[in-house]
């Protein structure tokens, strides 16, 4: 079974510098632009089923890649981003200001108790509750994509790695990139690949192309 977990396209949140949890923010335009790269991606390839956590960022760049499929797209509220709370919409270095222990402490301790603040052991068992879920909905052979969020997705690599949940800085998951895991429909996980960007920037190079040569008719 292949996998494809895909990070939502960029918000202005992003673009800002801004941690982003559970606060519902849209894809700004080149966000849209990213998640209809990763449509071109899958153009040509038989998906069997699409899936997205319950935020918007998510939903939108699942409907975008969903153009070229028609599925029915279920949304599970377990790959939803880690509730930040407080955290939310700061930057880190206001939140390094104001809150520097407990980000220390949540850090260090997957299971750390702070007022507000999903546990990465927390986020962690949900986000691998819904990859199970979703591959027993599966035959052996069927391609799946996921749409969630950077942390929820390095979150089942270090599941899949066997790695400590506060390792996941350890991987770079980029806006709309894509990270390919391979299922033997059983037991095995198997990481294929991890945040692979060349769609976008094929898209981004297409485009401009096409938009110079319009300039020039």
């Known amino acids: 079974m292949d996998i494809y977990l895909v990070r939502h396209g960029i918000t ?17 335009e080149e966000g849209i632009m990213q998640a209809q790269a990763a449509a071109e991606r899958f153009k040509d390839m038989d998906i069997d089923g699409l899936y997205c956590s319950q935020l918007k960022r998510a939903i939108k760049t699942a409907e975008i890649i969903n153009q070229y499929h ?37 850090h260090n301790d997957i299971w750390a108790v702070v007022d507000g603040v999903e546990s990465l052991g927390d986020l962690q068992r949900r986000a691998v509750r819904a990859l199970k ?74 485009y401009s192309t096409t938009s110079q040569e319009k300039e020039l008719d």
């Open 133 to 206: 879920k979703i591959t027993k909905k599966h035959n052996p052979n069927d391609k799946i994509i996921i749409v969630a969020h950077g942390l929820a997705i390095r979150s089942i690599l270090c599941w899949i790695l066997n790695l400590p949940m506060n390792q996941h800085e350890t991987y770079l998951m980029e806006n709309a990139s894509v990270s390919h895991i391979i299922y033997d429909g059983k037991y095995q996980y198997t990481i294929s690949s991890i945040n692979e960007t060349w769609h976008i920037d094929n898209f981004v190079l297409r």
């Open 70 to 106: 028609g599925l029915q797209i279920e949304r599970y509220v377990d790959l939803n981003e880690c509730n930040i709370g407080p955290w939310d919409g700061k930057t880190i270095d206001q939140i390094l200001q104001d809150y520097s222990e407990e980000v220390k402490y949540w």
């Open 12 to 28: 202005d949140w992003n673009s800002e510098g801004k941690w982003q949890g559970q606060r519902d923010i849209e894809l700004n």
